[in-house]
DNA sequence: CGGGAGATTGATAGGAATCAAGCAACGTGG
DNA sequence: CCACGTTGCTTGATTCCTATCAATCTCCCG
């Protein structure tokens, strides 16, 4: 029989048997600092495809860390554009726009089965003053959503469709890879219209842009199975833009 | 004769006194914390048009707040592209990018003679542990910047020309006015192409966009002398798209 | 006064959006 | 298990917007 039917807490995830630690805190934090942090984190939420983690415009409480899964944000213009602002993987902070006015500024879907850990912020806050080194990390970790933020502006303030899906794909590369993943064999989680959304171009364009790629010969494409096979074509292609950021 | 000249001590400026502080700084500091800020912000470093406040790639030590002038900040690519991240003035901190490597992440330079104030960031983050209002102040700071590139992505994703160039005007509009400048009736501090650079359009495509307005009746170009004559006219342009941030 | 940077305006070209049609995969229900 | 409708994707034809190329023009500054 399954042990964990009889043992359910031998399930329980904690910040302190994360394998994701590294990308969610700083390192370095004794013991005891996580198991206060342990204390505060609500471990594991689950959403299913599809469904909303947040919304536009609901009271800001926590941060939320992708566990497992794929999310999408994106902001809503009143007559129904939308703008997707990013994509997160496992690892990676969503609602840090809603500290500012205590609401959430953007929605958060989840584009795949998902679980997310719960970080209210006012104790993270709190904890913040005891522990200087998470402090510090959160302002980073807010830092560099502001960087990876400036170089989507240069992406859809300087550069054209073949070079923005580059790009793209790249990006998605290099975080996929650094979650040991395979950096060039990767499923795409999101539709056309969504990348495209992200990208500033109509999905019609993104479906054009990839089959030329895959006509040239630098990738495959079945569906949303991508195969990157010659990506340094595809770097080729950004150098001289900014490069993507890595996480 | 000046008494400035003889006590000038009398000049120095400090955030106790500074009538920008509600715009820098949480309320409700009590006298004692703000002399202890006093004591960490080093005042009014002095910058002359042109000249670059830090650039990209520089090591970071400090946040600055803009007390008199106009800056810019961009971001370049390696084959010389620039993208205007954005357009900074009184009251507002520029820098936050430089957090998350201890590196610049973009060139931040005066468009007119300017003053800054100096705020070195490990201090004030040791600081912020002290007063906790201080702490919240910075997060909620990085989160209006995160609130505000999301908006420009936004602008850029989904707006055409004549969209963005109106979404900028009452963007400008409103910021001036909330620091006691006229609304309809100002002077911009960059050129066309900076605009353009901005918004993602070439300068040409601002010329003639500020033309096109011009001749509608909505609003009256001189140089850089700007006149809004019928603001709600911009207004509906950008109806539909999301509100420009006021701050 | 002259040179040059910045701005305006015009003509043309090019890239992505739009409009439109057809296809493939998926899930549901008969 | 298969028909069928739905959804997402691909591809083509055309249009539209903005970039590009080019010629002036104005103002500022030395």
């Given at each position: 029989m399954n042990d964990q039917l009889f043992h359910p807490h031998s399930l329980k995830v904690t910040c302190s048997n994360c394998s994701l630690r590294e990308l969610c805190l700083p390192v370095g934090l004794s013991r005891e600092e996580l198991s206060q942090l342990d204390a505060v984190i609500r471990q594991s939420r689950r959403l299913k495809r599809g469904e909303y983690l947040f919304r536009s415009g609901e009271g800001f409480r926590s941060l939320f860390a992708v566990r497992t899964g794929f999310f999408?944000?994106?902001?809503?213009?009143?007559?129904?554009?939308?703008?997707?602002?990013?994509?997160?993987?496992?690892?990676?902070?969503?609602?840090?726009?809603?500290?500012?006015?205590?609401?959430?500024?953007c929605d958060a879907i989840a584009l795949e089965d998902s679980e997310v850990c719960e970080l209210p912020f006012s104790r993270m806050e709190s904890l913040g003053r005891e522990i200087p080194s998470l402090q510090h990390h959160f302002y980073r970790l807010m830092s560099r959503e502001i960087v990876r933020d400036q170089s989507v502006m240069l992406l859809?303030?300087?550069?054209?469709?073949?070079?923005?899906?580059?790009?793209?794909?790249?990006?998605?590369?290099?975080?996929l890879s650094s979650r040991g993943f395979s950096a060039n064999d990767f499923i795409l989680r999101m539709s056309r219209e969504e990348i495209g959304s992200f990208l500033g171009l109509k999905l019609e364009t993104v479906s054009r842009t990839l089959s030329k790629f895959a006509q040239q010969g630098w990738l495959s494409v079945d569906h949303k199975h991508i195969k990157l096979e010659q990506p340094e074509a595809l770097k080729a292609l950004v150098s001289g833009c900014s490069q993507a950021p890595s996480v």
């Open positions: 999408k944000t994106s902001v809503a213009s009143q007559d129904g554009r939308e703008q997707v602002t990013g994509f997160h993987m496992s690892g990676e902070l969503m609602g840090l726009d809603g500290i500012s006015a205590n609401v959430h500024g859809l303030g300087n550069m054209k469709a073949e070079e923005r899906l580059a790009a793209f794909l790249l990006n998605l590369s290099s975080r």
